[in-house]
């Protein structure tokens, strides 16, 4: 009863200290850990003329510590979030149009192509794979599928003018 007593008092001289120096939070997270160690390290330990140097020591290094771990974390000079601008996710009008025409440029040489290549295309475009298509096209040989697809692709890019820009 009197160790609890001793460590109660010490609690609050301990959390005085480590508040003069850290924010609230952090000083009784601090306080806590000094408390724990005295605990589990130091059970012998029983005097105040004792137990408050030692108390004061090992707060001294835990709070080292917890500045040692700051700076590498680089935690000191980071900056706040809601400062940060956003980030335009709209597309200059350049870009918009290049983009349209390049899609309008497809959709153009997609419509000379046959149907089974359009069909090829439209099935790989919905996120079927080739084992799915297969079935889709009545096709025994998987090969045939990559062969049609290989050829598709090729004659979309002929019809593209042989560059997909």
């Known amino acids: 009863m009197e160790r609890d007593r001793i460590l109660a008092t010490l609690r609050e001289r301990i959390l005085a200290f480590a508040t003069s120096r850290v924010s609230r939070d952090h000083a009784e997270d601090l306080t806590q850990d000094v408390l724990t160690v005295l605990h589990d390290k130091y059970p012998t330990v029983r005097e105040l003329t004792e137990l408050v140097p030692l108390a004061f020591q090992v707060l001294r290094y835990k709070m080292l510590d917890a500045h040692r771990k700051a700076l590498r974390r680089g935690e000191y000079n980071q900056e706040s979030i809601e400062e940060l601008p956003l980030a335009d996710t709209s597309h200059d009008p350049v870009t918009q149009l290049d983009q349209k025409q390049r899609v309008d440029r497809l959709l153009t040489a997609m419509a000379q192509l046959g149907e089974r290549c359009r069909d090829l295309f439209r099935w790989k475009l919905e996120g079927r794979s080739f084992p799915e298509i297969q079935k889709l096209m009545n096709q025994t040989s998987i090969n045939t599928i990559y062969t049609w697809d290989l ?13 997909w820009e």
Do not use: W
């Open 151 to 163: 050829r598709c692709r090729k004659q979309l890019l002929t019809v593209m003018g042989d560059s």
